[in-house]
């Protein structure tokens, strides 16, 4: 199934973001984890694709086992450290297993090599690709904070325009954690001619070390409101568990209330975070 038609359907979408394991040693633990997390009935589940692509293959085998499972996959894509030719050669694979939805990423820029000599710049040259090679559904992801490498967000958004109109058909935002920061660039993304549903991505924060790194890797501004949770209950991971699943919660249920009508949860292969979720919306959603 393709994931427009979720996301555009009469009931509000809520889907689950999985990663693969980085060696063949952890597959089938991460396997049984993304099972798990099937098993909640999730609208439609994506798989990561690990920087650099040295994971590609568990991407694919990631997503392929969830649609046996029976449900819809969104495989991710990167293309900046690709070639054309391997880039041809991950979209047969994709294909040849049945995957519909890809969520088309340049990457991270790895450091000290000449951009010059890459095939590909940014993500819409790769969607440009994907479209030439057949029937996909097309996600691109978007910034409400804006891009670390944009001078600016009108530049930003100009670019995220042109991303749509190569053949986007949906996009996914990174994490934010305050909502009004996704409500004003919704505003200026629909400004700028951007008329594709935008699916706001929701991180729990369920212990310091990933806040940490969430914000050390997104620059994420973090509300009064968010510290405050954090540093009363740092020592304590339980109690940060709760109420890091309590704070994505109630983000999510404005965003619903605000008439978003599919979110994306950032579940980071935790089973027990994303059903506590799943179940704190059970009369909602
Ligand atoms: P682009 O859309 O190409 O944009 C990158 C930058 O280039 C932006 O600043 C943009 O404004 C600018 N730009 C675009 N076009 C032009 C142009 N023509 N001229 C000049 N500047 C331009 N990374 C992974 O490695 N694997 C993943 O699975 C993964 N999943 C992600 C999922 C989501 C929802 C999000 C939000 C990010 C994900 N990332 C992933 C991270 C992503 O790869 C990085 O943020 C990367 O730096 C940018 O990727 P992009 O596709 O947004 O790039």
Redesign the pocket.
Known sequence: MKIIDIIKGDRPSLSFEVFPPKTEVNFESVKKATEEIAKLDPSYMSV????GGGTSAYTIAIAENLKQKGITPLA?L?CVSSTKGRVEQELSAIQSAGIENI???????PQGVERSTFDY????ELIRDIKAHGDFCIG????PEG????PNWM??LE??R??VDAGCDFL???MFFDNDIFYNFMYRAQRAGISVPVVP?IMPVTNVKSLKRTVALSGNILPQRFYRIMDRFADNPEALKQAGIAFATEQIIDLLANGVNAV?VYSMNKPEVASAIKRNLSEIL
């Open positions: 990561t694709y690990g920087a991710h990167s969520l088309a990423l340049r990457g991270d820029i710049h940014y993500a819409t691109g992801a978007c910034y891009h670390p490498d944009s530049k930003d670019y995220l042109e991303k996914v935002t990174q991505g994306h």
